[in-house]
């Protein structure tokens, strides 16, 4: 996820797309560990892709991309650019030689033998303008679900450029600034979760509102094997699209290490190791609250780096959540975090939140949290229940906290995720 940062920021320096797209390419070979790498784009007249950049591996670049944007072009549903351009959904095809829509008039053209690839079509506000595609995965049998979600990342980036590119000859400079934030709003939406159904009375529900088009804000669900569940919210430092550019480098960390080590404390440490490589040059940190719970047994997990703690109910009443010292994740090396441990009876509930609920403003300039924020929680505490279940304090507190806010404008990224035992399980 750093070569999206890198992507991003060359988005930003480099205004010729003949010198961008090597860099981007060579970014996306990176990140998802490819021999090879291409981008085609779409004739609107013709319906068909035409090779604009190429990267092989292999022999001269310059002798490469020349022969495949002289001798190939892809007609509509042709080949396995042609079958994603033609239904804009990405593929991942693991052995291309056992998949009928692979089109070999390329690697004939090149000598480049293809195994497996990744394409993802490039899209921008329903019009296709190509597709990009990595090949050949090294260092494992092929790619996986991961490589294929981060191709889908670097396709958004490739749309900005593109539409970058077109904009700059129209010398239209807001509307480049529209197009990448439209394009990173898509992206980050990439990452919310589907939040699953939980048993034994558990629930689950989350909201989550950049104070821009993108914001740093995080949330995710990660189900285990041992029928527990990884819940987490982080927070970036700062707003806007570098904001949500290292939370997309967060989601991949705690992703990847949650299976690998899921208890909360630990999960934390493993992730702050790489997150600091990224991050502490360029002063960034995040904030992270992570919790295991067992709907079983209501047994629950926590640790915390540098976040709010928890809003704990219980029963009609609100408790303080027990936390220890902690460090945001990415200031140092080395940082240890304790984990608490405790149990959710039936009725209760724990909110975890970002900044943005207690430290917004309205337009007296007085702050949610020491005016009508114990208040919005009683309310909520005390909402009649839908069809035997209890709405979530959530809903209710966000709903307080736009009325009370009134015009004045969200100055930061606002995030709650909700986990609550119905009183009385449903059978």
């Not at 593929?91 to 990744?118: H, K, Q, S, W, Y």
């Not at 505490?381 to 979530?392: H, K, L, T």
């Amino acid at each position: 996820m750093e070569a999206l940062l890198k992507a991003s920021q060359s988005l930003a320096a480099i205004e010729s797309m003949d010198r961008l797209m090597p860099r981007l390419m060579e970014l996306a070979e990176e990140v998802t560990v490819a021999q090879a790498s291409s981008i085609l784009l779409h004739d609107p007249a013709t319906q068909e892709l035409s090779f604009w950049y190429a990267r092989t591996g292999e022999g001269s670049p310059a002798t490469t991309e020349d022969i495949l944007k002289s001798s190939i072009r892809l007609k509509p549903g042709e080949g396995i650019a042609g079958w994603v351009a033609q239904h804009r959904k990405a593929l991942l095809i693991e052995d291309v030689r056992e998949d009928p829509r692979f089109c070999n008039r390329a690697d004939m053209a090149t000598g480049f033998i293809t195994r497996d690839v990744i394409c993802a079509p490039i899209i921008y506000q329903d019009e296709l303008l190509g597709v990009i595609q990595v090949l050949n995965a090294l260092h494992k049998p092929h790619f996986d679900g991961e490589d294929a979600k981060v191709l889908e990342c670097f396709a958004c980036l490739a749309a900005v450029s593109i539409i970058r590119a077109r904009l700059l000859e129209e010398r239209l400079a807001q509307r480049v600034l529209e197009t990448q934030l439209q394009t990173a709003a898509k992206l980050q939406s990439l990452f919310w979760p589907a939040l699953p159904a939980l048993s034994h009375g558990a629930r689950l529900w989350a909201f989550s509102r950049p104070a821009r088009f993108v914001g740093g804000d995080l949330y995710d669900c990660i189900e285990l094997p041992d029928d527990s569940i990884i819940l987490y919210v982080a927070d970036v430092s700062g707003k806007g699209l570098p904001a949500s550019l290292i939370m997309a480098a967060v989601w991949t960390q705690l992703r990847t290490q949650a299976y690998l080590t899921p208890h909360p404390g630990e999960l934390l440490e493993r992730v702050n190791e790489p997150l600091h490589t990224l991050l502490a040059r360029e002063g960034y940190f995040v904030t992270c609250l992570v919790c295991r719970f067992w709907p079983a047994t209501g047994q629950v997990q926590a640790a915390m780096a540098g976040h709010p703690a928890p809003l704990w109910r219980c029963g009609e009443a609100w408790k303080p959540f027990p936390r220890a010292a902690d460090m945001p994740l990415g200031v140092s090396t080395g940082v240890r975090y304790p984990s608490v441990s405790m149990e959710l009876a039936p009725g209760d509930g724990l909110l975890l939140y970002t900044d943005g609920l207690t430290e917004a403003f309205n337009e007296q300039g007085e702050r949610f949290e020491e005016t009508i924020m114990a208040a919005a929680l009683a309310e909520a505490v005390n909402a009649e229940s839908q069809d035997g279940q209890r709405p979530p304090v959530g809903d209710t507190l966000v709903a307080r906290l736009d009325a009370w806010r009134g015009t004045a404008s969200q100055s930061d990224d606002l995030t709650l995720l909700e986990l609550w035992r119905e009183a009385t399980p449903a059978s």
